[in-house]
């Protein structure tokens, strides 16, 4: 960053040649009145952002921990892990869990397989244009309107029954949001619905990145379609999954609006996520303790899971 | 900008200084904005301003706010959230400082009492004393609206718990509105044998889950409602068993609407004929002629039976409550406006918008609709029960009402249900009393 900014100075703005200049700011920074200057230049940049995260994200994460150690009645007091034993006590954050662990399935599994071949599918072929704006479109509506259109897809007397009924096929109709695991598995396609077209823009990117010298040297050598895309397409769009993986991942953990929208986490508490768990306890059960517990463990998951991938993947060569 | 290169690089750091000065300044003055005061709540001459969870009752506070201004010299300026949620966790936290509104809008029962104890509001004895001193309140329901015996809310308005039906339907099919049990069990399998299905049952919203529950828990029994919301009975006792057999033998029945039915359809619904009978609040009014039902041609309204003839006659009432912020930034004027709040020429132009009964049992309804289940009420006199959500403590009543909303989905059988209901009341009640102590 120091060099790049010092690039950007006039060559006679210190009254010397550019040479002697080139020399000095090869110096190590330590000791010289100019490295300390370029230091505090740094943190001068530095500091608004380093500010505002810790005033809006670090600062309010450290309360929660601490609020998370006390209880939930008139006068709070300290409960040591109280909060967190709830996990293991409360039937609905039990559920809570489980139902993050499909999401993060789902919203890991499903956009990577459709967006990948949705990609594959649609990256030469004659309507490449329309079928990629049909399926990259939902991705640019919010969750809350995805999860408008979906609620009149999915209650009882909703369009799926209705087609359904219509078709003959009225013994496949049912309450899509109302008994688990269906409702949950139902909001997850929902999801992939929308997820999908982020998916394949950057599958779509990774496939335009590959040197089509690789896949004329593999047809030469007598590999077939489905080889060439195994051992040619595939590594060669490695950097492009860990991304889309690694971004699923993350949007699977926090998962919210859709479910919020769809079902409240109901009926009964069974498709809360721990992103909704935690809203629920804090503001409807009015626990805000408990909702901090929830917080924090959620974080520790989120941040455990990105940092375990990532590091795993990134380490790859070339990434 | 310059056909030379030399200028455009001259130039260019002294542009972005500009910049950087222009987007500096700029920040900093949206930092100051941001930091300043805001004015929605600020006192402003002639008004006092509501905070209120319903926009759609806007109009209905500046109508009322007139009668008022001639009264007090203070209109009301209504400040809405749509958003229960956000509205509680803003009008909670805006009652510690300096910046709370005027009035405030807030539920009656353990929600007034879990606010009030908080602290933060004003005693409102003065202003009871004077509407009960002239009939203008129920004295019974004093304790909805106080918390350790001081009055801390007055009544905004009263509404009923009744089942809606569609006048044509009923009349098509040779029904009348039920005044027994077995006559209601006899539309209910008419209307089934004609493919309407008979009941809205919803929970969709969450709270809707509780309607069914403290009407057929108060029809088997009403003295047994009082003491199972007052924590004075089990959730698995014999009464509130044989309500839950009965709203699962009606679900099992047909009878019922799938729960995820919204209930922002039912006056739809009932319009075009596809559900014979809706149960919900008398505000619902306002719903029906938003539809364009008229009252009494297009639909009517009567109160649940009783599943036994000898049992006493009850209602389920909910009351929406006027507070007065400690720190309220017109205080006066809030005070003057709360006092006149009741006048029956306020409550006239108040209970038209609402096309609902009034708090005050002197105003009539000029719904005939509502008006004849007011008089329904005083005749039989009917036992006014305060609405499940009010009636218990609010971490007990969302938790149970989740159950129950469980229960609509098939999720656990009517034992479960009441079961874990009833363990939950046992930690809440526990938890509650420990923080009264």
Redesign the interface.
Known sequence: MSTSLTDRHPPTAAGGTAAPRRTKRRTPLGGSRHGLRERLMAGGFMAPAVLLVALFLLAPFVWTIYRSFFGDSRTSPFSWFDNYTLFASDPALSRSIENTLLWVVGTVALPFVLGLAIACLTDSSRFSRLARLCVVLPYALSGSAVAVVWNFMLTTDGAVNQVLTNLGLGSLTQGWLLTWPGNTLVMILANAWQATGVAVILFLVGLQSIPPETLEAGALDGATGWQQFRHIVLPQLRPVSIIVIGMSLVNGLKSFDLIWVLTQGGPGRATETLAVSMYNETFLELRPGAGAAIAVVLTVIVLAASWLYLRRQLDVKGV | MSASGRTS?AAA?LARRRFLAGAAAGAAALTAAGCARGTATSAQPGTTSISNDNATWDDGYRAAGRELKKITGYSLRPLSNPSV?SY??VVQMTLQTSKSSDLVKWASGYQLK?LA?AGGLTDLGGVWKGYADKGWVRGESRDAFSYRGTVYGIPLYESYYVLFYSVPVFRKLGLSAPGSWEELLHCAEVLKRNKITPFLAS?V??WP?IEWFQELVSKTDPHFYQRLVAGQASYTDEPARRAMDLWHDFMRKGWMT?????QARGPGALKEGTVGMFLHGTWQSAGMAAAGLEPGTDYGAFILPTVRPATAKSVIAESGVFAVPSHASSHTAAMANIASWLDPSVQRVWSDFLQDSSANPTVRSSNPVVAALQRDIARDHRLPLVRYWEAGP??LI??NT??L????????SPATTLRRMQDRAHDEWA?WK??EA
């Open positions: 690089r750091p949620t509680q966790q879990r104890r929970q919203g969450g889950a799938p729960p995820d039915f919204d609010p971490s969302q938790g989740d159950d909303g469980g229960f609509m989905a098939g999720q656990t938890a420990r923080d």
